[in-house]
C-alpha cells in the first residue's frame, strides 16, 4: 500500500484519510462494560459532579459506590442484560448515575428529549420496548404506557404521580444497600449494545441508533487523550454542562468521557444564560461546551455579560452542532481574547466526536470542523458517480473507526443504506479535506434543519402537515436565522376555497410536537415543485424563501 502523506493523512492507494492524532488504545479484555472501563481510570480527581443552582455535589467515590448500588437494586427487580431502560429527565446530578448503571448490568439505556409530547414519546416506547422508566414526577404523564417507575426527584411526590407505577425513588435506591453477592452477574463484553439513542432522520421516523461498550470505550479513550494530555492530569478543571445529556454531545462528554478524567462536571439542568454566566464565576470553570446560537448569543451580549460577571477561569469555548462562520469567530476573539475556541464534529452514528479542533493553532484555521478523531478514518465519495474523491474536493463525508454504531435498532433497510459491508458510515454531509487533513463542512446532504443545536427532520412535519384537512400538499424547508441558526418554514398549498391563516398553520403544528420543532414561518404557493421521482426540491423553495434577505 503506498505510504500515507504525513501532511494531510491522504492514501492516494485506497483514497482514504487517516488520523493524524495518536490512536486510541482499546483495552485487550472482551469482557469489559463501559462503568468498569471508567471507574478503574486513574485520576486525581475528587469531585464529580455539582448542581450549579444548590451547590449539591457528588464525589467521585459517591458516585462510584451510588452507581453500584442503584445496579444492584435494579438487578433486584428483576432488570437483565439485553433490557431496554428508559431515562426521561432534565440534565441533573444523578443522571449519569442511572445511565452507568443501567450499563453496568449489560442493560441498554435509552434517552429522550424531556421536550418532546406524550406522542412523540410513546413513538420511541412502541420502537425501544423499555421495561423501566426513570423520570420525574413533574415529566410523568409525558409517558402514557403502563411502565414500571423509578422517580429521581430528591423528595419523594407520591400525591402527584398520576397512579403511576411507582417502582422506586432513585436517591433511596443509590443509598439502599452495598452490591450483594446474590445479585446476579451477567457477562457484558465490549460488543454488548450499550446505548440505543434516537437520531433524527429526513425519512421522518426518528432512528435508534445502536453503541456497543466498545464504541463508548473508544469516545472515551478520545476524550482522555484530548484533555487530559494538556497539562498531565484532568482533575483540576471544571465543566459547565449545559448541553442535554440525553443527546450523544451531552452524554459523551459529561456522563461517561469527562469522568474519565477526573474532571469536575458543574450541571444546569437548563440552558439559562444568567445561570451559566454566575456558574462560571461561582465554580471557576475553565471550560465552557455549548452550540453555535449560545456563543453567538455571548458575542452580541459580550459588554454587558463582561461587565456583570466574572469570567478570569474561564479557558475554553468547546463547539459543536454546526460550523462557525469566520466573522463569529474574529467576533469571539475580539471581545473575549483570553478565550479559546475549540471545535468538535460528529454524529449520534459516530458516538459524539468524529473530528475536533484541539489546539489554538489549530482552532485559528477558520471554518475547519477540525482533524479527525484518534483511529478515525476518513473518505470523501461523489454521491452521484459513488467515486472516491481527493483533496480539496467536494463530496460525502464517510468515517470508520472503532466509535462508528453497530447499525440502527430493529431497521436493516437504515443500516444497510447508512453502514456499507466494510464498515463505513455515510454521513450525509458534504465536506472536503485540504492539504493539512483539515475537514470543512460544506453543506448537508441530510435534509435536517438545526434549530439552536437541535435536529429537526422536514419529512415529519410534512407528514403532520399533510393530516390537515385544509392542506393538499406541504414542504418544510430551514430557513437561516441569527440567533437560532436555522428555523422550520413550511411552504403550504390549500385547498381551494380555504383561508387557512399562517397563525392556524403555526398553531396546528404547535400542539403536536416539542417547542423546538415548530413551523415559524409559513407561505402559500399553488403548488410544491417537485423532480420527475416526486422528491420535493427543497433547494429551489430555500432559493425562494431567501431571495429577499
Not at 462494560?33 to 455539582?50: C, L, P, V, Y
Not at 427487580?77 to 443522571?95: E, T
Not at 475556541?341 to 471554518?367: H, N, P
Not at 461523489?382 to 464517510?398: F, H, I, K, V, Y
Request: proline fraction near 5%; aromatic fraction near 8%; charge should be neutral.
Amino acid at each position: 500500500m503506498e505510504s500515507v502523506n504525513p501532511r494531510s493523512g491522504f492514501c492516494k492507494s485506497n483514497s482514504t484519510f487517516y488520523s493524524k492524532r495518536p490512536p486510541v488504545s482499546l483495552p485487550a479484555n472482551p469482557s469489559l462494560d463501559i462503568k468498569t472501563f471508567i471507574s478503574s481510570q486513574a485520576h486525581r480527581g475528587k469531585i464529580a459532579f455539582i448542581d450549579a443552582v444548590t451547590g449539591k455535589n457528588l464525589s467521585f467515590s459517591e458516585l462510584w459506590r451510588s452507581v453500584d448500588s442503584v445496579a444492584s437494586c435494579l438487578s433486584d427487580m428483576g432488570i437483565r442484560k439485553g433490557h431496554v431502560v428508559l431515562l426521561l429527565s432534565p440534565n441533573s446530578i444523578f443522571f449519569p448515575v442511572v445511565c452507568l448503571a443501567v450499563m453496568s448490568l449489560g442493560a441498554i439505556i435509552t434517552t429522550t428529549n424531556p421536550l418532546n409530547t406524550s406522542g412523540e414519546i410513546s413513538k420511541q416506547i412502541s420502537d425501544s420496548k423499555p421495561v423501566l422508566a426513570f423520570t420525574t414526577a413533574g415529566l410523568l404523564p409525558k409517558i402514557a404506557a403502563d411502565l414500571p417507575m423509578v422517580l429521581m426527584d430528591e423528595e419523594e411526590r407520591v400525591d402527584s404521580t398520576c397512579g403511576a407505577r411507582i417502582a422506586g425513588i432513585l436517591v433511596e435506591m443509590m443509598e439502599k444497600k452495598r452490591p450483594s453477592e446474590s445479585r446476579v452477574r451477567e457477562r457484558v463484553d465490549q460488543d454488548d449494545t450499550a446505548t440505543l439513542l434516537y437520531s433524527s432522520g429526513t425519512t421522518g421516523a426518528s432512528k435508534g441508533v445502536v453503541s456497543s461498550h466498545k464504541n463508548l470505550i473508544s469516545m472515551v479513550q478520545t476524550v482522555v487523550n484530548r484533555f487530559r494530555s494538556e497539562n498531565g492530569d484532568q482533575g483540576e478543571h471544571r465543566f459547565i454542562c449545559t448541553v442535554p445529556m440525553f443527546h450523544i454531545y451531552g452524554l459523551a462528554a459529561f456522563a461517561t468521557g469527562l469522568l474519565a478524567c477526573g474532571s469536575t462536571i458543574i450541571i444546569l439542568s437548563k440552558f439559562d444564560m444568567h445561570e451559566m454566566m454566575s456558574a462560571i464565576g461561582q465554580y471557576r470553570a475553565s471550560y465552557l461546551p455549548l452550540v453555535p446560537p449560545i456563543l453567538v448569543a455571548m458575542v452580541n451580549g459580550a459588554d454587558q455579560i463582561k461587565r456583570k460577571y466574572d469570567l478570569s477561569s474561564l479557558q475554553s469555548i468547546l463547539c459543536g452542532g454546526a460550523p462557525l462562520s469566520k466573522e463569529v469567530i474574529e467576533g469571539f476573539v475580539e471581545k473575549y481574547p483570553n478565550v479559546r475556541i475549540l471545535q468538535g464534529y460528529g454524529l449520534t452514528e459516530s458516538t459524539g466526536m468524529g473530528a475536533s479542533t484541539d489546539t489554538l493553532e489549530e482552532s485559528r484555521r477558520y471554518g475547519t470542523a477540525g482533524l479527525l478523531s484518534p483511529s478515525m478514518e476518513g473518505k470523501i465519495v461523489d454521491p452521484d458517480s459513488g467515486r472516491a474523491l481527493g483533496l480539496n474536493q467536494t463530496g460525502e463525508l464517510w468515517l470508520k473507526g472503532p466509535a462508528i454504531m453497530k447499525g440502527y435498532f430493529s431497521n436493516e433497510e437504515a443500516t444497510s443504506s447508512t453502514l456499507d459491508s466494510e464498515g463505513w458510515l455515510r454521513t450525509g454531509d458534504l465536506c472536503y479535506f485540504d492539504e493539512d487533513g483539515f475537514i470543512f463542512v460544506v453543506d448537508r446532504l441530510k435534509e435536517l434543519i438545526k434549530y439552536k443545536g437541535y435536529q429537526v427532520p422536514p419529512a415529519e412535519l410534512e407528514a403532520l402537515l399533510l393530516v390537515h384537512q385544509e392542506i393538499v400538499d406541504a414542504a418544510v424547508i430551514p430557513f437561516p436565522d441569527r440567533e437560532a441558526g436555522q428555523f422550520p418554514m413550511a411552504y403550504i398549498v390549500r385547498k381551494p376555497g380555504s383561508k387557512l391563516s399562517e397563525k392556524s398553520v403555526m398553531d396546528f403544528v404547535s400542539e403536536q410536537v416539542a417547542p423546538y420543532k415548530r413551523i415559524r414561518k409559513v407561505a402559500f404557493v399553488a403548488s410544491i415543485p417537485k423532480n420527475p421521482s416526486g422528491k420535493i426540491l427543497r433547494k429551489d423553495l430555500i432559493k425562494l424563501a431567501t431571495s429577499k434577505l
